[in-house]
Every structure is written in C-alpha cells, then in structure tokens.
C-alpha cells in the first residue's frame, strides 16, 4: 500500500497548483482520503477529505470556495486543485488514507491518528 503525493511548487499569491495523491495497493472506491498541511513550526492540520458514501467532500473553513478535491477512480488518484492560493496556505502537503467514508466531525476527521497510510509531503510555497 503506498501514497504518491505529487504537484508541490511555488507561485506568486492568487495563483493556482494541482496536487496529486496517487494510491497504489488498494483502491480508491472503499477509502477516505484526506490532504493535510504543516507549515514551519505549526501543527499538521487537516484540509479536506473526500471517501465513499456520507456526503462529502469536506473543506476547512479556509479554503473553502478556493480549493476542490476530487477523485479519478480510473486512475486511483485523488487530486486538490487549489485556487487563489494565499500565503498562509504555504505548507508542506501530505495526502493520508484510512479505509471507510471521512468522518462526520470535523474533530476526528482531520484526527491524523485515524489514517492508516501516509504519502511524503509535497512542498507547496505562496510568496510574491
């Protein structure tokens, strides 16, 4: 079981990225996925998650309207497209599966404990 996180960069702020989390071992149509970010000195937080059945994909209040998450069950990869991208949304980005829908409180959903595998982080910078 393994997570590719792919698309990390740097952009001026009001720019765009893709993020890519392509899985392998598994497949995609029992499992959660959730992007989470660290920024320098900050604790890992938790950004979005789409899963099977319960009604997402679910935002933080941040980037809500800014960022979409989606899901290419043909390719077993989970992008974030991130939009109007603001400095504070710089951060190493990481993509996490836990098998199951996302869970309905945002408290547990974002709870990294409950994520079973992890990819490697992807770099996003926003600075002009």
């Known amino acids: 079981v393994q997570l590719q996180a792919s698309g990390g960069g740097s952009v001026q702020p009001g720019g765009s990225l893709r993020l890519s989390c392509a899985a392998s071992?598994?497949?995609?149509?029992?499992?959660?996925i959730a992007w989470f970010r660290q920024a320098p000195g900050q604790e890992r937080e938790g950004v979005s998650c789409t899963g099977p059945g319960n009604g997402g994909p679910y935002y933080i209040d941040s980037v809500k309207g800014r960022f979409a998450i989606s899901t290419d069950f043909g390719s077993d990869t989970v992008y974030l497209q991130m939009n109007s991208l603001k400095p504070e949304d710089t951060a190493l980005y990481y993509c996490?599966?836990?098998?199951?829908?996302?869970?309905?409180?945002?408290?547990?959903?974002?709870?990294?404990?409950?994520?079973?595998?992890w990819g490697q982080g992807t770099l996003v910078t926003v600075s002009s």
């Open positions: 996490a599966a836990k098998f199951g829908p996302c869970p309905f409180t945002e408290r547990v959903r974002y709870f990294p404990g409950n994520y079973d595998y």
């Open positions: 071992g598994f497949t995609l149509d029992s499992y959660a």
